[in-house]
């Protein structure tokens, strides 16, 4: 096969969801009719020795949530399809971000209950500035719901586009009867149970309106008549519209009982994007100029958008998830890390089944692989064959609460050291060290972030750390035109001054004012809410 021929096998999409909408569940079910997995994981039964196939990470089986993305791949229907399940939790939302830079159609999972949640939102906010094309699917159908009407007047308006209904409920909850699919004009009749295969649902088709009536009664006419009201409501389906991220596909079912989930993979092949070309900084003679790297281009490019410590505890080692962006991965080739301009010599190069790791024999545009590394990569950067390119894009928020890291036993700062630089390498927290001296700041979006990190530096690095408040409660990266300019303020604020994970300088405020009166007494620096990846390309609008 060629390159292009290739990368059109290719679907590389997140699953996006408030937490407990049953995104991981969903998850397991999509890799489970794939093949992908033989046994899908209990996510309820978490004292049970199964745990969801996409949660690795211990805390995770503790509490029973998502806090890390986790990358699966699988093949369907001469597809290989790239699933990256992201952390429904908020105080995660740093780590689905910059996953959302990595795909290309998203799958919005949203609890038929509670409709559009406070985190869906921030998530479809991530996905409408990127103009990603979005699936949604209606989940748990079998519970007592809203209406299907009210849901999706609500998501067309918490989305700010129009849904197109693909499949259609017929009754909720105990009198749940199953599905009617609008394309096949059948009806899939619902039966619980979490073993069911696709195959072993009955579809009657809807000419058969007598049969499907004597069976399920006024709960098939109030279908078909709110069906009706639906998609009289709905424009007509445009495939050009999804792709453009201004028309959502609506599909219904119940994932933990593996019903309604076969539509949804069937939805991801025949309607989700193939990998689109990506833009990107070629340097010509010392000079940025922009350049659009195509997928099916020969030249192999790709960008890192997750560093993973420790996900093999014996070996402590380090991965790189790279999204592949151009061109063919084979094994041993040779590969630059751009912003350093060094060979990249990754130990093993692996995709990712589920939780099985197997080496990669060749990789295309749109798929993700791992590499194992020592260091030398960091979140953003750009690992092409040779090209001087550069993908821009990669976020990191300031953060909006701090913590002073003291450690237990001094004798282990060799460890607290190694741990903080991965730890803020991989983006779990961010880590600032005081100009000034002192001890370590993290700073987070959310407060699970801080016990995460707590409960990784025990048991990852064997480093007992207690986390104690401090004065500061923002930060803003700082650049000025001129050197001299910067030195006068580095000067006047000592103490305030700290260098992140990426060495990159940024200022500590202990209230919003402390911005403002900084700004006006230094009119000429800039300070920076929002820095993309490596201490490059800081941007976002002073404030």
Known sequence: MTYAQETRRRRTFAIISHPDAGKTTLTEKL??????????????????????????????????????SSVMQMAYRDHVINLLDTPGHKDFSEDTYRVLTAVDSALMVIDAANGVEAQTRRLIEVCRQRDTPIITFVNK????????????????????????????????GKSFGGIINLRTQAMTVFEAGSE?????????????????RARFGSAFDDALESMELAVGASPAWSHEAFLAGRQTPVFFGSGVNNFGVMEVLDALVDLAPPPRPRVSTLIVNRQPQEKTVNPEDAGFAGVVFKV????????????AFVRVASGKYTPGMKMKVQRTAKELRPTSVVTFMSQRREAVQEAYAGDIIGFTTH??????DTITDGANLQFTGLPFFAPEMFMTVVLKNP???????????QLGEEGAI??????AGGN??????????????????????????????????????ITADDPADLRAFTDAYPMRMAHDAADTLAYLCTSPYDVRLAQERFPKIQFHPLREHAGLALQGSPS
């Open 141 to 172: 159908m079998d519970r007592e719901v809203r209406e299907p009407l009210d849901l999706l007047d609500e998501v067309e308006r918490e989305l700010g586009m129009p849904c197109v209904p693909m499949t259609w409920p017929v009754g909720q």
């Open 308 to 319: 993973q410590a420790n996900m093999d505890a014996n070996h402590r080692d380090r991965i």
């Open 430 to 435: 961010q880590v600032f060290k005081p100009d």
């Open 411 to 421: 004798l282990r700062a060799k460890q607290l050291q190694q741990g903080l630089a």
């Open 375 to 380: 260091g030398g990569v960091q979140l953003g």
């Open 31 to 68: 890799l489970l009719f794939s093949g992908a997995i033989q046994i899908a994981g209990s996510v309820k039964a978490r004292k049970a020795s199964r745990h969801a196939t996409s949660d690795w990470m211990e805390i995770e089986k503790q509490r029973g949530i998502s806090v890390a």
């Open 440 to 477: 370590m700041l993290l700073g987070a979006i959310g407060q699970l972030q801080f016990e995460v990190v707590q409960h990784r530096l025990k048991t990852e690095y064997d480093c007992d750390v207690r986390l104690e408040g401090c004065q500061y409660t923002g930060a803003r990266w």
């Open 196 to 212: 069911r295969r696709p195959q072993d649902f009955e579809t009657i088709p809807l000419s058969e309106s007598a049969a499907l």
